[in-house]
């Protein structure tokens, strides 16, 4: 990792995973090393995303599985092009919770759409851009419901699909990363939170030697 270039961390996993609580903790610690920390998402990591954003998860009504491919696209383009890009050309580390993984996922896997397609669909986009590391983390799909139901808010979209439609999703996310092992580091959620930001902290450290 060249000095003038940021760091790319995405965080992936199903619903009720733990993302955000370990982007908080890893933000943090961050922060505390002099780090200048971007955090993001997708979609809704512009303002443009944003609108995009409203659409694919809080939409009424149906959308066809190829327009919602398409939208969360459309989100990656403008994303990658006007927030990652910037803040890594600045020295930045840009925290991101999801990216062209939970295409092929929840797009691919999920909607029973080509994962290939998605997938290429998502780097043309994105003009073939991938994160530094990407964190999976792994979580039964009991559990991850169970975390859902006690949150005590309403679903989107996505969360409020059917247990198959996640088993699919989680199946999709492992695969991804045994493909990938160089770019993944897969943790067990079910772990405490500590255990987990450990875990990361270990694997981030050697990104900022």
């Known amino acids: 990792m060249t000095s003038d270039r940021g760091v790319w961390i995405t965080l992936e996993g199903g619903d009720g995973s733990g993302k955000t609580t370990q982007a908080d903790l890893l933000a943090e610690w961050l922060t505390g090393t002099g780090r ?3 955090r993001t998402r997708e979609p809704g990591g512009s303002e443009v995303g944003q609108l995009i954003r409203d659409i694919v998860l809080h939409h009424r009504g149906d959308i066809a599985p190829r327009a919602e491919a398409l939208l969360y696209a459309a989100d990656r383009a403008h994303h990658v092009s006007t927030v990652v890009r910037p803040a890594l050309a ?3 580390v840009v925290l991101q919770d999801r990216y062209l993984d939970s295409s092929v996922a929840y ?3 999920g909607r029973v759409l080509d994962a290939a397609e998605i997938r290429n669909l998502s780097l043309w986009a994105a003009e073939g851009a991938l994160p530094d590391l ?6 039964d799909q009991d559990e991850a ?9 309403p679903f989107d ?15 999709a996310f492992l695969a991804l990363a045994a ?5 993944f580091l897969v943790l067990d959620a079910a772990a405490s939170p500590e255990r987990i ?13």
């Open 107 to 109: 797009q691919g896997a």
């Open 157 to 171: 979209r996505l969360e409020a699909e059917k247990s198959e439609f996640h088993s699919r999703v989680r199946e």
């Open 197 to 209: 930001a450990d875990s990361i902290r270990t694997r981030v450290r050697s990104l900022l030697d």
């Open 36 to 38: 200048t920390v971007v």
């Open 134 to 139: 990407t964190i999976l983390l792994d979580l």
């Open 179 to 183: 493909d990938e092992p160089d770019r």
């Open 90 to 92: 600045r020295g930045e």
């Open 145 to 153: 419901r169970k975390r859902l139901d006690s949150a005590d808010k």
